[in-house]
């Protein structure tokens, strides 16, 4: 458990690093790197589906022509999702808010999703629902409790216009609650095809989208909150 927390932690750093580069980098930089992302998650995403044809609409005993047609379709909403929406949303966000709000905002999911881990290992307990049999209710307050930490570090650095106020804590328990959601839902998904990971190419997390499943509901969530307050 410790290499896996130490792998996981490394690459979260390495994966920060790497966004801050990008995020401050010049806008053509910016849009580049979060189109190859969309492609890198589409292509994940591709093999859940491919694992669920051949798995949960087997079982129904559907004709080959509805499989097809509803892999299509699964397809074609996860690939409008996640250019049109996500990657997006994404763009608008850091372009009218800024990067350095653009880090906060994912830096708010990086650790909800260490929290979730760290607690849910360390502590364990009761598990929080069958969907991910993984994620414990102990993870969940950990995510939130963790999550703090973004907003307490970009407070004291005064490069936000951030205060101690109730839309500011309302945001980032949000924004860590749609994270940690989008997850569950594509730890659903991960279940219902019968697979672990997305992919290995990121060590300690899996793939892609296991790294970034809150994220790319988390932001476009965001897009819209920040419309409200």
């Known amino acids: 458990m410790k290499k896996d927390l130490l792998k996981r932690i490394i690459t979260s750093i390495i994966l920060l690093s790497l966004l801050i580069i990008i995020n401050f980098s010049n806008q053509l930089i910016f849009i580049s790197s979060i189109l190859i992302l969309g492609l890198l998650i589409n292509f994940e995403v591709n093999n859940i589906f491919s694992r669920l044809s051949k798995t949960q609409f087997q079982?129904?005993?559907?004709?080959t022509k509805i499989i097809n047609f509803k892999f299509l379709v699964l397809h074609f909403i996860s690939f409008?999702?996640?250019?049109?929406?996500?990657?997006?949303?994404?763009?608008?966000?850091?372009?009218?808010?800024g990067p350095i709000f653009y880090l906060y905002l994912i830096s708010i999911c990086f650790f909800t999703d260490i929290g979730g881990y760290v607690f849910g290992k360390i502590i364990g307990g009761p598990k929080l629902t069958k969907i991910s049999p993984n994620k414990t209710i102990s993870g969940t307050i950990g995510s939130f409790i963790f999550c703090i930490v973004p907003f307490i570090l970009f407070l004291n650095l005064g490069y936000l216009d951030l205060e101690v106020n109730l839309n500011d804590i309302v945001f980032f328990l949000l924004v860590s609650l749609v994270s940690q959601l989008g997850d569950l839902f594509i730890s659903y998904l991960k279940r219902k095809a019968k697979i672990k990971d997305t992919g290995k190419i990121l060590p300690g997390h899996g793939g892609i989208l296991d790294r970034v499943d809150g994220i790319i509901f988390a932001v476009p969530f965001s897009y819209f909150l920040l419309k409200l307050i």
């Open 59 to 63: 079982k129904k005993k559907l004709h």
């Open 80 to 97: 409008y999702y996640v250019f049109f929406i996500f990657c997006n949303f994404s763009y608008e966000i850091h372009r009218f808010e």
